[in-house]
């Protein structure tokens, strides 16, 4: 009952149900949370009777009574949400203590200094939390005391400077709020829970709650509990232990705990801790009766919980159990362990990694002993941590890189210009851009770490150096960057090799058995693939042809062809390009040999390999002013006006994907040839290859008619020529609505359907991306009108209607429809999970992030099966 309880509440009950030693309670609702809300801040009617008559119930399990002279009940009030919130409200302790009841502990216990410091300790959180007086304002009184008084700690005050504390603290809030202090407990009580309702909308738990995708109208419980001390003597402490390792995941109780001393102390920091198996010699009895409890939670909950205790006078008391955080390699440990010692089963083992976790184990690391002088921070766009010389330019990062240093690339934002010098470099480093621009993308594409939108850094390319304040970094110095955190570092890091261990690996193999989807990559070189078939990828969902067309030696062909006034001109270049492309498109399908490779023709508009008119406006306007090169500038010219007659309002919408193919088919047509001369010399060679030619941007079936005929008729020519025959297929990529409509139509001429959801995203929602991202999709984001970036998370509403629509259409033209998805949404695990419900083949993303599409497959799959029966 999480969701009215709030996680602490549900905890509390349940261990009390289990028998488990948890002082006697009640808890308060999120519901009355959200009614006072809609009251407008206003306790609902009957809220403090229920809360009597229940309190009694408790009065008489705790045998003490609430404000009582004899014999006082004392309570802690604790906020508990649905999704455990740190640092929300801070608890309050002692609640029921008053000028009397203070007197009735001191008697009580025989010792007036407990009485006493638990009094003050009351004042002290309840003008903070309730009143909202500073904390500050009750610790300089309590400084000034201990100057007085010639002492260093807390401890060392006696009895009567500690009333001098409580009178001195009385007179504060008296200042501060215009009344007393309040004597009556019932008063002190209601008071309280007000403000643990008020802290629910306080600015910490908003922000909080916005980083962490929590809902705002959830509210909060309030938790009402018997106090116990850990304060009362040596046989008394309090501490917190998590029932395994956190950090390595190992099977060992990790903890601490403080003798003689409440909750709080263990976190201020006034005394140190000591690590929980110190318990065992101090406490044997405890520590026995601690580990029977733990481990009884942990089998329980079938999960590594978080627990708080107290120990009061020789006995022990839970005050809250939960699953304990854990980083991605303790996460995968204690799933496959536990499912070892058959604590759970191989499908709950799955299901207890967050897949998104499993990124940060394939990278380096920053060793997290170093210290580090971090002087920015941007998005964590790429995990991993990269060092290397500053350089602001792509080419001179390939020209640095080729000499065998380690440079990191700094620009405002990237470009497809770009890519060789991202290559090159050992991570990237941006100031403007967010978590799918161009620079994002690319870099989690190729595994390498990146820090994007860093706006920060104020770069200056004609200096050569970027700013930080008035920190000045220079072309050549060292900087580091951690694209898991965002930060930027100064200087070399020291850093750590990723370990794959051997639970990681039995865990996948696990996932493999359950899942449904396929899984492939998208990558566009032979080593790309090679990684991709490390991490268990089964095919390659996408090969961009255009990154080849980017590399330096071939550039100049491309810029040939595109140029060519004439189609002998043309053919001429394209002729050069033929065995590049045949010899990349060789490397590729052999890496791959066993598995289907989709290669997509050419896509990006003819310009992106064109020089900027920016640019050549500024060099023509200089060769014509110093006169100095005229064959030059009469070359500048000519390229000025491709590029004028290039140039598109809007290329995203523009002449591009299978309308190149349409306009300059000798360009489709050397492509396919290569594809096929490469699967015909492999297969002469002995390798089982299957090429998938892929026609971007479709739009109409007449186009997908024609390519078809056009990719068979190629096929068949070059199998005729060297006499083998290969297996291929012919197909689609679906990225616009119309594609998505005409599905069944498109289904005729094709073998496959491959979901290109950047741009299905893009036309949906009629977003330009970067445009988008830079622009309106953080305050769309912010203010809620959106609840997830569509860049990111697949949105299920509208371009998943699409994409359902699609599938059916095609599936009724042609059943066997093999149908995949390659944008960046087939490794984030939510839209895996949609991919799966849809009913698609695979999912492709990039290398790096197949482990994390294996794992959400398989959970997508568990959870389906829970649902509709197994598949
Ligand atoms: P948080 O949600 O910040 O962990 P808690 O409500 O768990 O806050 O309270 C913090 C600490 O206060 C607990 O870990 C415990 O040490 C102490 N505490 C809370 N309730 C009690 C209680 N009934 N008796 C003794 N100590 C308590
Ligand atoms: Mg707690
Ligand atoms: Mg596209």
């Known amino acids: 009952m999480r969701a009215l309880l709030g996680g602490k509440g549900a905890n509390l009950a349940e261990?009390?149900?289990?028998?488990?030693?948890?002082?006697?309670?009640?808890?308060?609702?999120?519901?009355?949370?959200?009614?006072?809300?809609?009251?407008?801040?206003?306790?609902?009617?009957?809220?403090?009777?229920?809360?009597?008559?229940?309190?009694?119930?408790?009065?008489?399990?705790?045998?003490?009574?609430?404000?009582?002279?004899?014999?006082?009940?004392?309570?802690?009030?604790?906020?508990?949400?649905?999704?455990?919130?740190?640092?929300?409200?801070?608890?309050?302790?002692?609640?029921?203590?008053?000028?009397?009841?203070?007197?009735?502990?001191?008697?009580?216990?025989?010792?007036?200094?407990?009485?006493?410091?638990?009094?003050?300790?009351?004042?002290?959180?309840?003008?903070?939390?309730?009143?909202?007086?500073?904390?500050?304002?009750?610790?300089?009184?309590?400084?000034?005391?201990?100057?007085?008084?010639?002492?260093?700690?807390?401890?060392?005050?006696?009895?009567?400077?500690?009333?001098?504390?409580?009178?001195?603290?009385?007179?504060?809030?008296?200042?501060?709020?215009?009344?007393?202090?309040?004597?009556?407990?019932?008063?002190?009580?209601?008071?309280?829970?007000?403000?643990v309702f008020r802290s629910w909308n306080n600015d910490r738990a908003i922000i909080y709650r916005n980083l962490n995708k929590i809902a705002h109208d959830l509210g909060t419980a309030v938790n009402i509990q018997s106090m116990v001390f850990g304060n009362m003597g040596n046989d008394s402490g309090t501490g917190v232990a998590f029932t395994r390792n956190p950090s390595t995941g190992e099977n060992t109780l990790y903890g601490e705990f403080l003798t003689n001393a409440q909750g709080e102390d263990v976190v201020a920091g006034i005394r140190t801790p000591r690590p929980i198996i110190q318990l065992k010699e101090e406490m044997p009895e405890m520590y026995t009766e601690f580990v029977r409890i733990a481990r009884l939670l942990e089998s329980h909950y079938k999960n590594m919980q978080d627990i708080e205790f107290t120990i009061e006078r020789g006995r022990l008391y839970i005050l809250q159990t939960r699953n304990g955080k854990r980083t991605a390699q303790a996460s995968v440990r204690i799933a496959y362990e536990m499912a070892q010692e058959g604590l759970i089963t191989k499908q709950q083992a799955l299901l207890l990694v967050d897949p998104s976790q499993l990124d940060?184990?394939?990278?380096?690391?920053?060793?997290?002993?170093?210290?580090?002088?971090?002087?920015?921070?941007?998005?964590?766009?790429?995990?991993?941590?990269?060092?290397?010389?500053?350089?602001?330019?792509?080419?001179?990062?390939?020209?640095?890189?080729?000499?065998?240093?380690?440079?990191?690339?700094?620009?405002?934002?990237?470009?497809?210009?770009?890519?060789?010098?991202?290559?090159?470099?050992?991570?990237?480093?941006?100031?403007?851009?967010?978590?799918?621009?161009?620079?994002?993308?690319?870099?989690?594409?190729?595994?390498?770490?990146?820090?994007?939108?860093?706006?920060?850094?104020?770069?200056?390319?004609?200096?050569?150096?970027?700013?930080?304040?008035?920190?000045?970094?220079?072309?050549?110095?060292?900087?580091?960057?951690?694209?898991?955190?965002?930060?930027?570092?100064?200087?070399?890091?020291?850093?750590?090799?990723?370990?794959?261990?051997?639970?990681?690996?039995?865990?996948?193999?696990?996932?493999?058995?359950?899942?449904?989807?396929?899984?492939?990559?998208?990558?566009?070189?032979?080593?790309?693939?090679?990684?991709?078939?490390?991490?268990?990828?089964?095919?390659?969902?996408?090969v961009r042809t255009e990154h080849m067309f980017m590399g330096q030696d071939r550039l100049p062909h491309v810029q040939q062809m595109i140029l060519a006034e004439t189609l002998e001109d043309r053919q001429k270049a394209l002729s050069y390009l033929l065995p590049m492309q045949e010899g990349d498109f060789y490397g590729i399908l052999k890496a791959m040999e066993g598995y289907p490779v989709t290669i997509r023709l050419?896509?990006?508009?003819?310009?992106?390999?064109?020089?900027?008119?920016?640019?050549?406006?500024?060099?023509?306007?200089?060769?014509?002013?110093?006169?100095?090169?005229?064959?030059?500038?009469?070359?500048?010219?000519?390229?000025?006006?491709?590029?004028?007659?290039?140039?598109?309002?809007?290329?995203?919408?523009?002449?591009?994907?299978?309308?190149?193919?349409?306009?300059?088919?000798?360009?489709?047509?050397?492509?396919?040839?290569?594809?096929?001369?490469?699967?015909?010399?492999?297969?002469?060679?002995?390798?089982?290859?299957?090429?998938?030619?892929?026609?971007?941007?479709?739009?109409?079936?007449?186009?997908?008619?024609?390519?078809?005929?056009?990719?068979?008729?190629?096929?068949?020519?070059?199998?005729?020529?060297?006499?083998?025959?290969?297996?291929?297929?012919?197909?689609?990529?679906?990225?616009?609505?119309?594609?998505?409509?005409?599905?069944?139509?498109?289904?005729e001429f094709c073998d496959f359907f491959s979901f290109g959801t950047n741009d299905l995203t893009q036309t949906t929602f009629g977003f330009s991306r970067d445009d988008a991202e830079g622009k309106f999709l953080p305050h769309y984001l912010e203010s809620k009108i959106l609840k997830e970036n569509p860049f990111i998370v697949i949105d299920r509403k509208g371009v998943g209607a699409f994409m359902d629509m699609a599938v059916k259409r095609g599936r009724k033209t042609r059943p066997d429809l093999e149908i995949g998805i390659c944008g960046e949404h087939g490794g984030e695990p939510n839209s895996v999970a949609f991919c799966h419900e849809v009913g698609l083949n695979y999912v492709s993303c990039s290398p790096y992030r197949v482990p994390i599409a294996r794992l959400a497959a398989a959970q997508a799959a568990i959870s389906d099966g829970e649902i509709i029966g197994t598949r």
């Not at 309308?659 to 015909?680: D, H, K, S, V």
């Open 15 to 195: 261990m009390t149900n289990i028998g488990l030693p948890v002082p006697p309670g009640m808890t308060i609702t999120t519901a009355a949370c959200i009614e006072y809300y809609r009251l407008g801040r206003k306790l609902p009617d009957g809220l403090m009777d229920e809360v009597k008559r229940n309190l009694t119930v408790v009065e008489e399990q705790a045998g003490k009574k609430f404000g009582d002279l004899t014999n006082p009940l004392l309570v802690s009030v604790r906020s508990g949400a649905m999704f455990s919130m740190p640092g929300m409200m801070d608890t309050i302790l002692n609640l029921g203590l008053n000028e009397q009841t203070v007197q009735s502990v001191a008697n009580n216990t025989g010792n007036l200094r407990f009485a006493y410091d638990s009094y003050r300790r009351f004042i002290q959180m309840f003008g903070d939390v309730v009143l909202e007086i500073p904390k500050y304002e009750f610790e300089d009184l309590l400084n000034q005391q201990k100057e007085n008084q010639g002492v260093k700690y807390d401890q060392e005050l006696t009895p009567e400077s500690l009333r001098k504390v409580i009178d001195s603290y009385k007179k504060l809030v008296r200042s501060k709020t215009g009344r007393a202090f309040p004597e009556d407990p019932m008063e002190q009580l209601k008071m309280a829970i007000e403000a």
């Open 360 to 542: 940060q184990l394939l990278h380096r690391q920053i060793d997290s002993q170093a210290q580090l002088n971090v002087i920015a921070k941007g998005l964590p766009a790429s995990p991993g941590a990269a060092s290397g010389q500053v350089v602001f330019d792509a080419d001179e990062a390939e020209h640095l890189g080729k000499m065998g240093k380690k440079v990191l690339l700094v620009r405002t934002e990237t470009t497809p210009d770009d890519i060789h010098g991202i290559v090159a470099a050992q991570g990237v480093l941006t100031s403007r851009g967010g978590m799918t621009s161009h620079a994002a993308v690319v870099a989690r594409g190729m595994g390498k770490p990146c820090v994007c939108g860093c706006e920060a850094i104020k770069i200056d390319y004609i200096k050569e150096e970027f700013s930080v304040g008035t920190t000045v970094i220079k072309k050549g110095e060292l900087v580091s960057i951690d694209g898991a955190t965002g930060r930027v570092i100064l200087g070399q890091v020291p850093m750590k090799d990723p370990e794959i261990s051997a639970e990681y690996t039995a865990l996948l193999s696990w996932a493999d058995e359950v899942k449904y989807l396929g899984i492939r990559a998208n990558a566009d070189t032979p080593e790309d693939a090679k990684k991709a078939r490390e991490f268990g990828a089964t095919g390659i969902g996408l």
């Open 602 to 747: 050419l896509d990006p508009p003819l310009h992106e390999f064109l020089p900027s008119l920016e640019e050549l406006l500024i060099e023509t306007t200089e060769l014509r002013v110093t006169g100095k090169d005229p064959v030059l500038l009469e070359e500048k010219l000519r390229l000025l006006k491709k590029v004028r007659s290039l140039h598109e309002f809007n290329p995203m919408l523009g002449h591009r994907g299978c309308r190149l193919g349409i306009t300059f088919p000798e360009i489709y047509e050397m492509q396919i040839t290569a594809i096929f001369n490469a699967a015909a010399r492999l297969t002469q060679e002995g390798y089982k290859v299957l090429p998938e030619v892929e026609v971007p941007l479709t739009i109409d079936v007449n186009e997908m008619k024609l390519f078809k005929g056009k990719i068979d008729a190629i096929a068949k020519a070059t199998m005729a020529a060297v006499n083998v025959k290969f297996h291929y297929a012919v197909g689609t990529m679906i990225e616009l609505p119309r594609a998505c409509v005409i599905a069944d139509e498109l289904a």
